[in-house]
């Protein structure tokens, strides 16, 4: 069965230091891969996807970045981190050859926190 | 622009009620799909349905259901009998067609937080 991995799992980090939030699956082959955010009790707002290695989508203009080394690791990054860059980064994957009813799976998230 | 739209913001229900959360969405295509998850204090988020646009039948799952108005553009999640462990934030969201959404994302709405009471 297939798998998702993040971490950390929560993560406190000073204004302007670097940040790596790191997700891999397990199980699957060339899945699409996402990065989402969170706001406090808020929706899910996309950062970026990928559906494949070394190609990244960026949905909004920001201060992170993602790659996409591995065909199953993703990395979410920034050089300098700023106050707004808080709140609960979530990554999730689906089959690359899934249809519209493939749904998306969720690893259990990192909560940012930027002081 | 918002193209899925749950304006309940909390719902309360008592245990072993039914309760119905509302999700509105917006688009000018026949082919869509819509689904609802989970997401308990915990952070995850967990799939609960799915419902394609061409799809006739609602869709069931377990205490879970659908209900799905296309001309409304409406699809609710029905939750029957309520159970303490329900309470959590649900959130509804769209997949537009593949066509021109390559990367298979998915839109989500803002979430209603359900609280069941014992």
């Known amino acids: 069965s297939q798998t998702i991995h993040q971490w950390p799992a929560t993560l406190v980090q000073p204004v302007g230091s670097p940040l790596s939030l790191e997700c891999t699956v397990e199980g699957t082959s060339n899945p699409n891969l996402y990065w989402y955010r969170q706001a406090a009790g808020r929706g899910l707002q996309l950062l970026f996807y990928?559906?494949?290695?070394?190609?990244i989508s960026s949905e909004v203009p920001q201060n992170l970045s993602a790659s996409r080394p591995q065909d199953r690791q993703f990395i979410l990054s920034s050089k300098k981190l700023l106050l707004s860059d808080s709140g609960f980064y979530l990554c999730?994957?689906?089959?690359?050859?899934?249809?519209?009813?493939?749904?998306?799976?969720f690893g259990n998230g990192t909560r940012l926190t930027v002081t | 622009a918002q193209k899925i739209t749950q304006t309940q913001p909390g719902m309360f229900v008592q245990e072993k009620e039914a309760v119905t959360l509302d999700c509105t969405y917006d688009t000018s295509d026949q082919s869509y799909g819509l689904f609802w998850y989970k997401q308990p204090s915990s952070g995850e988020m967990i799939f609960l349905i799915y419902q394609g646009s061409y799809d006739e039948q609602n869709a069931t799952e377990g205490r879970y259901s659908l209900n799905f108005q296309k001309a409304r553009k409406s699809a609710n999640l029905v939750i029957s009998a309520s159970q303490l462990g329900d309470s959590a934030m649900y959130f509804c969201a769209m997949r537009e067609p593949l066509i021109y959404n390559q990367g298979g994302k998915l839109i989500f709405g803002q979430g209603t937080e359900l609280s069941v009471k014992p």
């Open positions: 990928s559906v494949g290695i070394g190609q």
């Open positions: 999730a994957w689906k089959l690359g050859t899934g249809g519209i009813n493939s749904p998306l799976h």
